[in-house]
Each structure stands twice: as structure tokens, then as C-alpha cells.
């Protein structure tokens, strides 16, 4: 099956996701938005009269965004609290239509409020002249640090890991930097090395299972184990909606497997030798000191009840390969 069968897909929605898949558009916060974003898009280009097919092309359309990357449940979550909207609406078109458009909207807003707010909690924690290692890119950690840095606190300072293979510590250092805060940029492999002059770990996360385990980015259980060794605190800061439902009914978190060229871009230097590119990896509850989320700082233990009391609905769509065409998309 392709992206572009039967149901007339708008070009802007395929863009968004290719974008994805291709991580042009990247954090898994930022991916929830966009799929909320693509279905507006989806529901406003509709021009058909049928209540069927309005639903049948929001249905194909989620089943394209959800093909794109399959680790951040941020991304699921997003879709089906969509999904379960205009499922159980009832009326002519003009209401379907609506029900996406506001749910999708809600959740946009539901989303960058969330992010704010984590920064309002976490940057009460950071201290002056904290250290803090940080790695990969999330804007959540991100907005915490600004946050922390205008309101205030003063010699702040960041190591940012490179985060090979995708050199997404490039954005976080440039990100800092720029609004004036130190950033030293260092490899992965000489967290251990730096961990001495580290007061705090603080990352982000794509999916938060019920027992407390939390996915992120490749490496990121490497430095939970390095600051547990060093008894240095570990934080981790997630909007609710990264928090998996599923899991709650014991489903396991699918962990991306992208490019070996990601890794390796001349693949033939290495003739015969396969190469392997996991995206992200597992850190279990008991090397995270807490869980900073929008509705306050939890014991990564308490994760099944933020799920059970907060809880996204449970995903109607789970991530399905959907082959890409060599010259799709699209634009
Ligand atoms: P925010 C990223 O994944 C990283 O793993 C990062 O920690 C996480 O999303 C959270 O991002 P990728 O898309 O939502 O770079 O905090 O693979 O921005």
C-alpha cells in the first residue's frame, strides 16, 4: 500500500508526514502537534457532501501519520484523542468536521500550554551555578532552561551530548547559546568523564510506560546508569500525553530502527558489515530520581496513576510500515 491510494490525500498532509518519517520535523512533543496540525489541514480540504467519506479520509489520514515513526506515543496520543472525537460526534458534516478541527485545535493548545508550565515547575528546581548534562533535544528541557536562565538564576551552565548519529545536541547547544546561556558541547561517550562536575541530568522523553520505564533518545539509559553510579539526580521531564496507555495493559514500547547510513553515510567502506541504528532505548524506574510533567513532579512509580487519572485515551491506531514511493512525495 502506498501513501496515495484510493482516498485523495492533500499534498500538505503528506508533506507533513514525510517530514516526519524524515525527522525535518523532530521531539516528540513537536510530531504530536504537527499530526494535530496535518489533520486540520485534512478536514479543511475535504470538499465532498458524504459524512462517510469525511470519515473514511480522516481515517486513512491517520493511518498515514501514524505509519511515520512508531516510538513517541505522543503521537498516537494526539491521534486518538482526535479520532475518538469525531468517532463518537453525531451530525451532518459541518459538525464532523468541526469536532476534528477542535479536538485537533485543543490538543495543540492543551500541548504548548503543557510545555510552559513544565518549564514554570522544572526551572524552580535548577539552582544557581547548576550544572546540568543534558542530551539529544527536547524542547521541554529547553524551555526549562531559558526559563530558568531569565528568571533569574545565575551561572548556569549546560554540557550537551553531540547524540550521534543525528547531532541533535547541535540544535540544544545552538538553541542555548543563543539565548546567552554557557554550552559546552561534549560526545557521548565522555559523559563518564564528566559526570563529576554534573549536578543534574535532565532529558526528555517520547514515551513513558506504566511502570515508570521511560524511552528517549538512543543513550539516554547509558547516562541514567552513570549519574546512578555518581549519585547524581536524573530527571525527566514529559507532558502527560507521553505517558502510554498501553502499556497499562502490559503492550510493549516499539523501538525505531532507522538507517544504517544514519550511522554510516559511505555504507560501502564497510563492505559485509551490517550496522545497526536503534533510535532510542529504555531507562528503568529505578534510575530516575522524577518525572516533572505538567501536573507536577511524580515518582517515576507513579506513572500508571498519572495514566489511570490523566490518561490519554488509549490508541485506536498503533504504527503500521506504509511503504514510501522512491519519488513520493509530493510537494
Ligand atoms: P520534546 C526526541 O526524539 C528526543 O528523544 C527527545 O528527548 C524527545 O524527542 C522529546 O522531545 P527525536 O524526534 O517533546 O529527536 O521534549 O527522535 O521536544
Not at 500500500?1 to 490525500?9: P, R, Y
Request: aromatic content about 6%; some cysteine.
Amino acid at each position: 500500500m502506498s501513501w496515495n491510494n484510493e482516498v485523495k490525500i492533500p499534498g500538505e498532509v503528506l508533506r507533513i508526514a514525510y517530514e516526519i518519517k524524515n525527522m525535518k520535523i523532530r521531539g516528540a512533543g513537536r510530531i504530536a502537534r504537527a499530526v494535530a496540525e496535518a489533520m486540520i489541514i485534512g478536514a479543511e480540504s475535504y470538499r465532498g457532501e458524504s459524512v462517510n467519506d469525511f470519515k473514511d479520509l480522516m481515517r486513512k489520514i491517520i493511518e498515514i501519520l501514524s505509519s511515520t515513526r512508531p516510538t513517541a506515543v505522543s503521537l498516537f496520543n494526539a491521534l486518538s484523542y482526535i479520532s475518538r472525537r469525531f468517532e463518537n460526534a453525531e451530525g451532518d458534516l459541518d459538525v464532523i468536521r468541526s469536532s476534528v478541527i477542535t479536538a485537533a485545535r485543543e490538543f495543540i493548545s492543551y500541548s504548548l500550554n503543557a510545555v510552559k508550565r513544565i518549564g514554570e515547575i522544572g526551572s524552580r528546581i535548577i539552582k544557581n551555578d547548576d550544572v546540568i548534562l543534558t542530551h539529544c533535544n527536547s524542547s521541554v528541557v529547553i524551555e526549562t532552561i531559558i526559563r530558568a536562565f531569565k528568571t533569574g538564576k545565575r551561572g548556569i551552565k549546560v554540557l550537551a551530548t553531540e547524540t550521534r548519529p543525528k547531532f541533535q545536541g547541535h540544535i540544544t547547544a545552538k538553541m542555548l547559546s543563543g539565548r546567552g546561556i554557557p554550552v559546552v558541547l561534549i560526545p557521548d561517550s565522555s559523559v563518564r568523564y564528566f559526570m563529576k562536575d554534573v549536578d543534574k541530568v535532565i532529558v526528555g522523553a517520547d514515551t513513558i510506560a506504566a511502570n515508570g520505564a521511560v524511552v528517549n533518545k538512543i543513550g539516554t539509559s547509558l547516562i541514567a546508569l552513570i549519574a546512578s553510579e555518581a549519585n547524581v539526580d536524573f530527571l525527566v521531564m514529559a507532558e502527560t500525553y507521553k505517558f502510554s496507555p498501553a502499556t497499562l495493559l502490559g503492550e510493549y514500547v516499539k523501538i525505531e530502527e532507522r538507517s544504517p547510513e544514519e550511522v554510516i553515510p559511505e555504507l560501502s567502506e564497510l563492505k559485509g558489515i551490517k550496522v545497526r541504528n536503534p533510535a532510542f532505548d529504555v531507562t528503568p524506574p529505578e534510575y530516575i530520581t522524577a518525572i516533572i510533567t505538567e501536573i507536577g513532579i511524580i515518582p517515576p512509580q507513579a506513572s500508571a496513576l498519572v495514566i489511570k487519572e490523566y490518561g490519554w485515551p488509549i490508541a485506536n491506531y498503533e504504527h503500521r510500515e506504509i511503504a514510501v514511493e522512491e519519488d513520493e512525495p509530493i510537494l
